[in-house]
């Protein structure tokens, strides 16, 4: 059995971070193995509080993990200061036949922070550039290059620029533009446009996360990037669809496909 590691925060909902990841690893045929970087309690209306935990704890629990496991791939997700990511990137250095997915948390569904502004600078300049692929969002993408994403085009404009700057290959999601969601991938080469219908649910708590999980889980099943992104896209697509309705905002996903 493949194996695949998160790195990110605990959300007491179930419908994010480690726990969807770990959910996203098992419905796929991975073990999922987690080290935890910071406790959330939360539901689908918000995060009402956060406990970053510190630095060798979270270097600890990587270590037990690929001591004995090791990791057929990593995802990484909310990393909350800068001396976890930048622990985490160090780390990490070195594992360069692994599989790194990156999704670079910075703001949760309902509106709360998830990574103080000193962090930013480590996570786009340390661990950015270690990894297979960086999956970011519409905020996320204007925050990294300081550019509007407003349309594919600029997606495609955005995804150029951070590969520019360093990142091997970033993935930037669609789902806060107008129309159908549609991903646009770039690996520094080849642009592909991964299109799926827009669905109409407010249900849609952890797609980000579960996405670059189905990522990772794909990558370390072997699949290669651009397929290993659309079975994600396709992953993800399902579990929206077939969410539970669970909650009073912001629900979880269903199962995928």
């Not at 935890?36 to 995060?47: D, L, M, P, S, V």
């Amino acid at each position: 059995m493949r194996t695949a590691l998160t790195i990110a925060g605990s959300d007491s909902g179930g419908g994010a971070g480690i726990q969807a990841d770990l959910k996203t690893f098992t419905a796929l045929g991975l073990h999922g193995t987690s080290a935890t970087t910071a406790i959330t309690a939360q539901n689908t209306r918000g995060i009402s509080s956060v406990l970053a935990l510190p630095p060798a704890i979270v270097v600890a629990q990587i270590e037990a993990v690929l001591d004995d496991f090791g990791a057929d791939a990593i995802k990484i997700g909310m990393l909350a200061n800068a001396e976890i990511a930048s622990a985490v990137a160090e780390t990490l250095r070195g594992l360069d036949r692994t599989p790194i997915v990156l999704d670079p948390v910075m703001v949760a569904k309902g509106g709360a922070s998830l990574l103080d502004d000193t962090a930013v600078d480590v996570l786009r300049w340390q661990l950015m550039p270690q990894a297979t692929v960086v999956t970011a969002n519409v905020p996320e993408a204007e925050a990294l290059t300081g550019e509007p994403v407003r349309s594919v085009t600029d997606a495609r404009r955005a995804a150029a620029a951070l590969v520019e700057s360093g990142v091997r290959a970033v993935v930037i999601k669609g789902g806060h533009l107008a129309g159908d969601a549609v991903d646009v991938l770039f690996d520094g080469t080849t642009f592909t446009e991964f299109s799926g219908p827009r669905l109409n649910t407010r249900h849609t708590h952890g797609t980000g996360c579960t996405f670059a999980a189905a990522i990772a889980a794909h990558l370390a099943l072997g699949a290669s990037l651009v397929a290993a992104v659309g079975a994600a896209k396709a992953y993800v697509t399902h579990a929206i669809a077939h969410a539970p309705g669970l909650g009073h905002g912001h629900g979880p996903l269903g199962p995928g496909s």
